[in-house]
């Protein structure tokens, strides 16, 4: 008995000091490859997936050179597929813990693309707050445009976060998912990149990065049409994401008055007239002149300060009405996020029409209301 007993602690010993050397399923950081950026493209046969890397490489882990970063394109039929494929030529495991950037090329923007995003939302280890943009072009060329030596999807990530602090217009991996689940019409961002010039490259502040506007898609993540970078600039007003922003307005005689945006508060309503929602917009702006001399050279008075309240109330309610034209006519959604809005406030309605959202919004009245507030930066007489 007392043999047996000393077999069994022997082997409990045995197996703790097993368990103390760590996983077994762990990797040597050298034997993998992060993915920082991934690209989808159209491709002859499936799809041309782009995988941006940060590879490790022998030597201190804060040493110069001790990342290298390469951009690979993958043809497959699957991101499954192409990341095995990766694995089996690198002789790496393919991380995708520090993912930060999924680009969509513009040709395949243009059809039906979510499939694709299931396999990230499937793992487990994808960063969530993952971006998600549409690029003019191929995405691969996007990724092969760097102002440094390093990658561009981290900065790329970091401007679409900061321009849509409010995070309505913006896309990341939780937020599509959610999209995609509740039917709801939604927005990509169009990032574009273009290399540096030469001798700019490196250059400390430069940036290869420009945001020319956004792509619309409907509820069953069809595309709808594209939104210029003026008309995501207005969206962003009505989201409250728009604070720190320049705005052009005129004048009945044409005159252009340059104002920033120092607060933006929208609140929307919503009513039944028959069996069709109505909806209210309220938009209040907050704004600077931008223009220290005021309208004559000689500083702002309460009457040029009323002249340019009423001037951008009036620019800015016509742009959102042209807005909401096209929204109804050639987008046929996604606009002002007025679906989420019916589904909150008429719950009943949207649980019987909710599927026929695009049918009734083409149908739907929006009044729009616009109260700007001027203030001349402490040089008013």
Not at 356 to 361: A, D, G, Q, S
Request: aromatic share 8%.
């Amino acid at each position: 008995m007392k043999k047996l007993l000393r077999l069994l602690l022997a082997g409990a010993g045995m197996v703790c000091a097993l368990l103390m050397t760590g996983c077994w399923d762990d990797a040597e950081i050298n034997g993998r490859a992060f993915v920082l950026g991934f690209g989808a493209d159209s491709g002859e046969q499936g799809y041309a997936f782009t995988f941006q890397l940060a590879i490790p490489v022998s030597g201190e882990s804060d040493s110069a050179g001790s990342i290298e970063y390469a951009d690979m394109t993958v043809n497959e039929i699957t991101p499954a597929a192409a990341v095995r494929r990766l694995e089996k030529n690198l002789g790496r495991e393919i991380n995708f813990e520090q993912l930060s950037l999924i680009v969509i090329g513009e040709e395949l923007s243009h059809e039906s693309f979510t499939g694709l995003t299931d396999y990230f939302f499937r793992r487990a280890s994808v960063r969530r707050q993952s971006c998600i943009a549409v690029c003019g072009g191929r995405a691969a060329d996007f990724f092969s445009a760097s102002a440094t030596d390093k990658a561009v999807s981290v900065d790329a990530a970091s401007t679409l976060q900061s321009y849509d602090s409010g995070g309505r217009i913006a896309m990341d991996l939780f937020s599509l998912y959610r999209k995609l689940i509740n039917r709801d019409e939604f927005f990509l961002l169009r990032i574009d990149a273009s290399a540096p010039e030469e001798g700019d490259g490196g250059r400390e502040g430069t940036s290869p990065l420009t945001l020319s506007g956004a792509s619309a898609y409907g509820q069953s993540g069809n595309y709808r049409g594209d939104l210029s970078e003026d008309e995501v600039e207005l969206l962003r007003l009505t989201c409250g994401s728009g604070i720190g922003g320049a705005l052009a307005v005129y004048d009945e005689k044409g005159e252009r008055y340059c104002c920033e945006v120092r607060q933006s508060e929208c609140s929307v309503r919503c009513s039944m007239q028959g069996d069709k929602p109505t909806f209210r917009l309220r938009l209040e702006l907050m704004l600077i002149p931008l223009d220290a001399g005021g309208i004559d050279g000689g500083g702002y008075t309460s009457a040029s300060l009323r002249h340019i309240s009423q001037s951008a109330e009036r620019t800015v309610r016509e742009r959102l009405k042209a807005l909401a034209q096209k929204s109804q006519t050639s987008l046929g959604s996604s606009a002002f996020g007025l679906q989420d809005v019916v589904r909150q406030r008429q719950p009943e309605w949207y649980a019987l029409h909710g599927d026929e959202w695009e049918k009734y919004y083409p149908m739907t009245h929006l009044m729009i209301t616009v109260n700007c507030t001027v203030a001349g930066g402490g040089i008013t007489k």
